[in-house]
C-alpha cells in the first residue's frame, strides 16, 4: 500500500469486467458509493501542508477568457455573452445584467465524471451506465461545491519551457506527445518532488499556440482541426499518474492528452472513467508559467470552485494559484 492507504498500480484490485487499473469502490465507505473519486485525496491535512506554498501573496487567475475558444471545434456552439440595458427598458435604475450561453466543453474547463465513460463498456465512475447518467444527478460536478471546492497545492510541469531549453521544434496542432521521460525530466530539472494530492497541471503550448496565430488560423487548426498536443496516452503514463496519487490533473491542451486518444490507453478513460479524477483542459497557465519562472518555484497553493450545477458535467475551473 502506498501513501493515504491506496494501492500502488499493480497491487489495485481486480473490478469485475473492467481491464487492470480500475478504482472503483477504493473511496466507497460505509456502504456509500463514493461520488467524487481522487478528490478524497485533499484532505483537511493536505490542504493545511499546502499553505506552505503561499510565501509572497501574488496570485494568478487560471480561467481563460470565457469567449475563447472563438470558434469551437468538435461541433461545440461559440460563447455568447449578451448584455441588458435595464435602463433602456424602461427601468428607473441604472443597470446592466449579462446572460452568458456556453458549453461548458468550450474554453477552460474542468471535465467532470459525467463527461465521459470507459470506452470498452459505456460505464462511468463507480459503474455509472451511459443510459443512467440523465436519469439521476450521481457523480454531478455540484459535489465538488458539497465537499468544499478543490483546495491543496498545485504544480506546474512546464514542457513549453522545457522544450525551448531543450532545442525541441513542435507544432502543437499535431498528435504531438509529452511523454514519461519527459514529463519526469522537466520535474527533475525544475527541482519538483510530487506529494500525495498534489494537482498537476501540464504546459503544453496549446494557448500559446492559440495566442500566436490569426483567426483563420484557428478556425483551420481548432474549429476544423482535430490532431492536438497533449501529455502521451501510454502505460507507462498511467501507471506514473496513478502512483503519484494525484487528486486532479489538467493543462492548457484542448484533450490534456494527445488528441485523438489511442485505445487502449486513452487517459480520459482512466482519468475520470476508472478513477474518478477532474481533468482540467485550456487552463490558461500562460502568466502562472511566468510566474513561476519568476519564483523559481513551480508548486503553488491552488483553489478551484467549480460551478455548483446539480448533476453537472463540466465547468470552468474558477481557478487561482497563489504563491
Ligand atoms: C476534447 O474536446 C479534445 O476533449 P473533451 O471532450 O474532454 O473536452
Request: contains cysteine; charged residues 15%.
Given at each position: 500500500m502506498a501513501d493515504l492507504g491506496l494501492p500502488s498500480w499493480k497491487d489495485l484490485p481486480r473490478v469485475e469486467g473492467l481491464p487492470h487499473g480500475c478504482a472503483w469502490g477504493l473511496f466507497d465507505k460505509d456502504g456509500v458509493r463514493d461520488e467524487i473519486g481522487t478528490l478524497n485525496l485533499l484532505t483537511p491535512e493536505t490542504v493545511v501542508k499546502a499553505r506552505d506554498e503561499i510565501q509572497t501573496g501574488k496570485s494568478v487567475v487560471l480561467n481563460w477568457p470565457i469567449d475563447h475558444v472563438h470558434e469551437p471545434g468538435f461541433g461545440r456552439i461559440k460563447p455568447a455573452i449578451n448584455i441588458t440595458d435595464w435602463r433602456a427598458k424602461g427601468s428607473p435604475w441604472y443597470s446592466y445584467d449579462d446572460e452568458i450561453s456556453l458549453n461548458t466543453q468550450s474554453g477552460s474547463q474542468w471535465d467532470g465524471l459525467r463527461h465521459w465513460g470507459h470506452s470498452g463498456t459505456g460505464l462511468y465512475y463507480n459503474r455509472i451506465h451511459h443510459d443512467e447518467v440523465l436519469k439521476t444527478d450521481r457523480i454531478g460536478i455540484d459535489h465538488w461545491s458539497k465537499r468544499g471546492g478543490i483546495v491543496g497545492r498545485g504544480v506546474l510541469l512546464d514542457y513549453v519551457a522545457y522544450a525551448a531549453r531543450h532545442n525541441i521544434q513542435y507544432d502543437a496542432m499535431t498528435r504531438h506527445r509529452i511523454t514519461l521521460d519527459v514529463l519526469k525530466d522537466i520535474a527533475k530539472e525544475q527541482n519538483v518532488t510530487f506529494r500525495p494530492g498534489d494537482i498537476l497541471l501540464v504546459r503544453s503550448g496549446w494557448i500559446r499556440w492559440y495566442n500566436e496565430h490569426s483567426a483563420e488560423e484557428r478556425v483551420a487548426k481548432v474549429k476544423n482541426g482535430s490532431e492536438y498536443v497533449g501529455v502521451d496516452g501510454s502505460e507507462e503514463?498511467?501507471?506514473?499518474?496513478?502512483?503519484?496519487?494525484?487528486?486532479?490533473?489538467?493543462?492548457?491542451?484542448?484533450?490534456?492528452?494527445?488528441?485523438?486518444?489511442?485505445?487502449?490507453?486513452?487517459?480520459?478513460?482512466?482519468?475520470?472513467?476508472?478513477?474518478?479524477?477532474?481533468?482540467?483542459?485550456?487552463?490558461?497557465?500562460?502568466?502562472?508559467?511566468?510566474?513561476?519562472?519568476?519564483?523559481?518555484?513551480?508548486?503553488?497553493?491552488?483553489?478551484?470552485?467549480?460551478?455548483?450545477?446539480?448533476?453537472?458535467?463540466?465547468?470552468?475551473?474558477?481557478?487561482?494559484?497563489?504563491?
Open positions: 503514463v498511467v501507471e506514473w499518474l496513478w502512483n503519484n496519487h494525484f487528486a486532479a490533473v489538467g493543462g492548457d491542451a484542448i484533450g490534456f492528452e494527445a488528441w485523438p486518444p489511442q485505445l487502449p490507453w486513452c487517459l480520459h478513460d482512466y482519468i475520470l472513467a476508472l478513477w474518478g479524477m477532474p481533468l482540467g483542459e485550456l487552463w490558461d497557465l500562460e502568466a502562472l508559467a511566468k510566474a513561476c519562472e519568476t519564483h523559481k518555484r513551480w508548486s503553488f497553493f491552488i483553489t478551484s470552485s467549480p460551478l455548483n450545477t446539480p448533476g453537472g458535467i463540466a465547468s470552468p475551473p474558477n481557478a487561482i494559484a497563489i504563491f
